[in-house]
């Protein structure tokens, strides 16, 4: 059974910092990742994805970055802003998505 | 507005009655999923379709719940007798499917939230 995991439920980062979320998979033979940015009662809206032939994927405040080896993924925020306060989801691509449990990101003025 | 888009937002039912979604995906997109989402977890995957053809449904699925998309463009969701462990966050998603490749990014609409009393 394919996992993700999410293991930090929740992250209070200062504004203009860097916020890095982390994501751990088990074993995989389809390795591409998205991200997902989710306010309440709205649904998830697309961030950044990633596959298994690169090592990172920039878009502006927002790249993830893959270790392939340790099975880990991350995303980095910089600079943080008040607007990314959020629950943040990744999910592993194959058909279907499979979403870890989030991360809450609290950005504090 | 061309994504996509559920109706309707929010659903009060009390148990034992039937319900039904619907989901209007982006207009060229081929395949269609319904997840849903419970406090504190990510979304669960359902069900997906490409075009008209129901793909795959998961474990989660029970004969009580019922997916269409009869013209390969709006799907809708069916729980008949529903029980108070329905209450969640249904979502829909769509993408867009070239050459069968299994990695496409797939776009959510607002959810439904069903409460059922």
């Known amino acids: 059974d394919q996992q993700v995991k999410q293991n930090s439920p929740s992250l209070s980062v200062q504004e203009g910092r860097i916020s890095i979320l982390n994501c751990d998979y088990t074993?995989?033979?389809?390795?591409?990742f998205l991200w997902y940015k989710k306010y309440p009662a709205e649904g998830p809206t697309f961030l950044i994805s990633?596959?298994?032939?690169?090592d990172k994927n920039e878009d502006g405040r927002f790249t993830v970055f893959l270790n392939k080896s340790a099975k880990h993924l991350s995303l980095h925020i910089v600079p943080s802003q008040p607007g990314d306060s959020a629950v943040y989801f990744c999910a592993r691509v194959h058909e279907k998505l499979t979403f870890g449990t989030g991360t809450r990101l609290t950005i504090i003025p | 507005d061309t994504g996509v888009s559920q109706d309707p937002r929010h659903k009060i039912t009390k148990r034992g009655q039937n319900v039904t979604f619907r989901c209007d995906p982006i207009s060229e997109h081929n395949r269609l999923y319904w997840y849903r989402q419970t406090l504190g977890q990510g979304p669960e995957f359902l069900t997906y379709f490409q075009n008209e053809a129901q793909l795959e449904k998961s474990r989660l699925l029970s004969d009580r719940f019922s997916a269409e998309r009869p013209k390969g463009s709006f799907s809708t969701l069916e729980i008949q007798r529903t029980e108070q462990g329905d209450s969640a966050m249904y979502l829909c998603?769509?993408?867009?499917?070239?050459?069968?490749?299994?990695?496409?990014?797939?776009?959510f609409g607002p959810g439904t939230r069903l409460l059922v009393l």
């Open positions: 990633i596959s298994s032939i690169k």
């Open positions: 074993n995989s033979m389809f390795d591409y």
């Open positions: 998603a769509s993408s867009l499917t070239v050459l069968g490749l299994a990695r496409e990014t797939q776009y």
